[in-house]
């Protein structure tokens, strides 16, 4: 079903729709603000299946599901600064993008911070340094965000409209907030090889762990199949780890998403989000 506002003016065989008389825009949509205290910034996270419209018509999902990832990896790089002198003028970097400044603004940044905010309530104890303007470790120039964290980490956020503004420092995670808003592979290519920090976190065998991660839903012609996924047989290039089929096999994904989703998301939404009836 297709609904089709403000269509007065678009020939049809048919007799033509009668012209709008409604004067409230079809671009705005009300919302309720309930106080909840002083706090040092402020930020927008919504409810239900927290996806919302950009003002060019971007569907806006999966942020959340990035945002847990970053707090879960940065706790993974807990420990590297002993035995080093350099921790403190030199932290490490996992770097967080998206193709567009307001994308970020909008999105990705609240969900982040919001994302420390409940691991700081899990784990009983900060994780953030006592930096910054307002002592939480936040630095929030436009161009220049980032996110001084407890244990010698930086999370810094930038956005990447074109190949140039790719990654330029060396950083030990690369995390892409809706991939599918980038046009050019140039710019995730050129950044996957700044990925190199030899600082960052171990695994047991003495390799460092792989701290890159994307989300998005992907046009199957889209580049970044191609990047991650072998165009003969269809599965993921060696180590690589693709969810695409189904939320219900997304292990970031907290319980409390699903409960949203089952109470305030369409069946569409259902059918396609959580059970992987993907086009």
């Not at 780890?241 to 998301?265: E, K, Q, V, Y």
Request: contains cysteine.
């Amino acid at each position: 079903r297709v609904s089709i506002s403000g269509a007065s003016a678009i020939p049809a065989r048919l007799r033509p729709p009668a012209p709008r008389k409604q004067a409230k825009s079809v671009l705005h949509t009300g919302f309720h603000v309930e106080y909840s205290g002083h706090a040092p910034w402020v930020g927008f996270v919504l409810d239900g299946d927290q996806r919302f419209l950009l003002g060019d018509f971007t569907v806006t999902h999966n942020s959340k599901v990035l945002a847990e990832r970053i707090v879960k990896d940065h706790s993974m790089h807990d420990g590297w600064w002993k035995d080093r002198i350099e921790f403190n003028t030199q932290p490490l970097i996992l770097m967080v993008g998206a193709a567009h400044e307001a994308y970020l603004a909008e999105n990705t940044v609240p969900l982040l911070r919001a994302a420390i905010d409940s691991a700081e309530d899990r784990a009983g104890r900060r994780l953030r340094k006592r930096t910054g303007r307002n002592r939480d470790g936040w630095y929030g120039s436009v161009g220049h965000r980032y996110q001084d964290m407890a244990n010698c980490t930086q999370i810094h956020i930038k956005s990447f409209p074109t190949k140039e503004n790719a990654v330029a420092v060396t950083v030990a995670g690369l995390y892409f907030d809706e991939i599918t808003m980038f046009s050019d592979p140039e710019i995730w290519r050129r950044s996957l090889q700044r990925v190199r920090d030899p600082r960052a976190g171990k695994r047991p065998s003495g390799k460092t762990w792989d701290f890159v991660a994307c989300v998005g839903t992907p046009e199957e012609d889209h580049w970044i199949r191609d990047a991650l996924m072998d165009a003969e047989t269809g599965e993921p290039f060696p180590g690589v780890n693709i969810i695409m089929d189904s939320s219900l096999n997304n292990p970031l994904l907290p319980d409390s998403w699903f409960i949203n989703a089952g109470r305030h998301s369409s069946e569409i939404f259902k059918r396609m989000q959580i059970m992987g009836e993907w086009v």
